[in-house]
């Protein structure tokens, strides 16, 4: 069965720390990559998505993820985080003809100011 | 744009009683999927409506159920409601649901369920 796991569930950094929250997915077919973000009181909201090409995805707020397709990995990155970027973090997956996205237990991230 | 707009946002429900939320999909998006969101478990999938049509359903007991209206707005239903059913339950609406398409979400329903 299709399946998502973000191996930390809390995080907490300092400002300008670099963040690297680990999501890995489990489906051997054709899949499309997404991170959403909620922030505290907001919805889920796209931080950024892959569907081909360039394997390293940027998106809003400086955040960018890389799809490693041998790890089945798609790791978020942001080299300097900032006290703005305290929210939890969901890795999601959706594979090709299957109707749904599948999403991981979500990853809450605390920035220190 | 209007987004996607969940009623009500907050609810509190006794055990054994059923419950209906609505979801009114982004304008011209037709594909609405539901989640259930609770500390720890992440969104877990319910079922996914496109054109009055459940083309995925999650794992979830069958007192969870749904439905599209021509207009693509979504309603799912809890009966025999069960202190476990007390979660935040997210709806989501993307154009048509193809491999690829963002989703996006509404604000959700709080249920609580005492």
């Known amino acids: 069965a299709q399946s998502v796991s973000q191996h930390n569930h809390h995080v907490i950094l300092s400002e300008a720390a670099s963040l690297e929250l680990g999501c890995n997915y489990s489906?051997?077919?054709?899949?499309?990559l997404f991170w959403y973000v909620q922030y505290p009181g907001q919805h889920l909201q796209l931080l950024l998505k892959y569907f081909s090409g360039d394997p390293l995805v940027k998106g809003i707020k400086g955040f960018e993820a890389e799809f490693i397709k041998s790890k089945f990995s798609f790791n978020l990155r942001k080299p300097s985080v900032q006290w703005s970027d305290t929210a939890e973090y969901f890795c999601?997956?959706?594979?090709?003809?299957?109707?749904?996205?599948?999403f991981g237990a979500g990853t809450r991230l605390f920035v220190k100011a | 744009k209007a987004g996607v707009t969940q009623t009500p946002r907050y609810l509190i429900k006794t055990r054994g009683q059923q419950v209906t939320l609505s979801c009114s999909p982004i304008s011209g998006h037709r594909s609405v999927s539901w989640y259930q969101q609770t500390p720890g478990q992440g969104l877990q999938f319910l079922f996914e409506y496109f054109s009055e049509t459940q083309r995925n359903k999650g794992n979830f007991p069958g007192r969870f159920s749904g439905r599209q209206f021509s207009n693509s707005r979504s309603e799912m239903n809890v009966s025999t409601l069960e202190l476990g059913d007390s979660a935040l339950y997210l709806c989501a609406s993307s154009t048509h649901f193809s491999s690829g398409n963002t989703i996006y979400f509404g604000e959700g329903s709080w249920l609580t369920v005492v």
């Open positions: 999601a997956v959706t594979n090709t003809g299957g109707f749904k996205t599948i």
């Open positions: 489906y051997g077919g054709t899949v499309n």
